[in-house]
Nanobody, 114 residues
Framework: QVHVVESGGGLVQPGGSLKLSCVAS????????MDWYRQAPGKQRELVAA??SYADSVKGRFTISRDSTKNSGYLQMNGLKPEDTAVYYC?????????????WGQGTQVTVSS
């Protein structure tokens, strides 16, 4: 069994910064990817950052990184804008004894408002 948990969300003023964390635990041989998505109210879930690829709306402001020794991924978000307000989700592609599967966390709320 695998668990993926995000943390680090919160309320921040426009122009501020947040760093989101994602930790995977459980039956893990290797983590193939840890990507970040977000979903704003009334909108579809969208890919924010994967490997070194970023959505146009966040390029130059967000940075994705990983620490394989900790089964963790991170999303550093700078220059936050109100339109970045959304629930942010981590998607981990994990190899274990059962095969390679995609796992979602429960999400962490990011609200950008003055």
């Amino acid at each position: 069994q695998v668990h993926v948990v995000e943390s680090g969300g919160g309320l921040v003023q426009p122009g501020g910064s947040l760093k989101l964390s994602c930790v995977a635990s459980g039956s893990i041989f290797s983590i193939r990817a840890m990507d970040w998505y977000r979903q704003a109210p009334g909108k579809q879930r969208e890919l924010v950052a994967a490997m070194s690829s970023y959505a146009d709306s966040v390029k130059g402001r967000f940075t994705i990184s990983r620490d394989s020794t900790k089964n963790s991924g991170y999303l550093q978000m700078n220059g936050l804008k109100p339109e970045d307000t959304a629930v942010y989700y981590c998607n981990a592609v994990i190899q274990n004894a059962r095969g390679i599967y995609s796992y979602w966390g429960q999400g962490t709320q990011v609200t950008v408002s003055s």
